[in-house]
């Protein structure tokens, strides 16, 4: 499944032209300065496609747009993120269901434990400092909006495979978040067959995505077994396992179906930091590999973007 030395020399100009493009976040210091070309492995063929999950977020601080700015500038244009709704309606990008790990809310708002992002609102999140945490030099990074996200991703001409976070907390953040991409201009036709994935663990909150947008690209987040595989492929297009949980026999069955819009079903896999085991699911035969340190994963295995 993988792409052909012929996209070699376009997938290497558009990482050039990405990193030429800049960005506003500075790189940090662990990540490499540059953006190699992709390169072809020894059988002539790209490696799978490298998701950089939840930005460069081994480098810079998760889910920021200091994270997304840093993969462009190594030259990834596939980002993941996590969007979850705080107190007065707002969608924000954020992993966790608090806010203790990845901000500076337990200082700024002591007495509001356990800091669950639905228990505070768009602009006390504004408040907090999201960088911090992982480094001095991104002290005053923010939570982003998710209309902030998507700004930034259609400014750096990247590529979103967008997670719905815990949608049981949040009643109707499918129907709210397509609206937010429509207003942002992300439901348009090459957005859609191009630039956009959306991606849950909650099947049923895929369902309703394809429901109200069947012309989207999804996936699943999970390992079903083997049997219960045709029934996802009716209402999604990709099953994204948890490395440790799969098999070359696997990835081969889902790949013999096809799913909701009538072709082969992919695997994108989650979540690969060294050269090891990105070799070893590559020889899986996995379509995409989820990544913190995606730099590694294209060092190890190449990669179309
Ligand atoms: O994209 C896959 C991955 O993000 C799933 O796990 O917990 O990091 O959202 P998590
Ligand atoms: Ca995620």
């Not at 200082?107 to 999140?125: L, M």
Request: hydrophobic share 45%; aromatic share 8%.
């Amino acid at each position: 499944m993988y792409v052909r030395t012929a996209a070699v020399a376009a997938a290497a100009f558009l990482g050039l032209t990405f990193t030429l493009l800049g960005g506003s976040a500075s790189p940090a210091a662990t990540a490499p300065a540059t953006a190699p070309a992709p390169a072809p492995d020894s059988a002539g063929l790209l490696g799978p496609t490298v998701y950089a999950h939840r930005g460069a977020s081994a480098y810079a601080p998760e889910n920021t747009l200091a994270s997304i700015d840093l993969a462009m500038r190594l030259g990834f244009t596939w980002v993941e993120n996590d969007v979850q709704r705080t107190k007065d309606g707002e969608l924000v990008v954020i992993h966790d269901d608090t806010l203790a790990r990845t901000t500076d809310a337990e200082q700024v708002f002591p007495d509001r434990k356990p800091w669950r992002v639905k228990d505070f609102t768009a602009a006390e999140i504004a408040r907090l400092d999201a960088g911090s945490w992982f480094g001095p030099r991104f002290a005053g990074a923010r939570v982003p909006t998710l209309r902030e996200y998507m700004e930034r991703v259609e400014g750096n001409r990247q590529r979103l495979l967008l997670e719905i976070k815990k949608p049981e907390l949040y009643p109707g953040i499918e129907e709210q978040t397509l609206r937010l991409l429509g207003e942002t201009g992300w439901l348009d036709a090459q957005h859609v067959s191009r630039r956009l994935v959306v991606q849950s663990f909650s099947a049923d909150s895929v369902r309703v995505v394809h429901r109200l947008r069947p012309d989207l690209v999804t996936a699943f987040l999970g390992t079903p077994a083997v049997a219960d595989l045709p029934r996802y492929a009716e209402f999604t297009d990709r099953i994204n396992p948890w490395h440790t949980t799969i098999s070359a026999d696997w990835v081969a069955a889902v790949h013999g179906l096809r799913g909701a819009h009538g072709k082969t079903m992919e695997v994108d896999t989650w979540i690969v930091d060294d050269a090891p085991t990105a070799r070893k699911v590559r020889e899986m035969g996995v379509d995409g590999i989820i990544t913190n340190a995606p730099d590694v994963v294209r060092g190890a295995v190449g990669s179309y973007f």
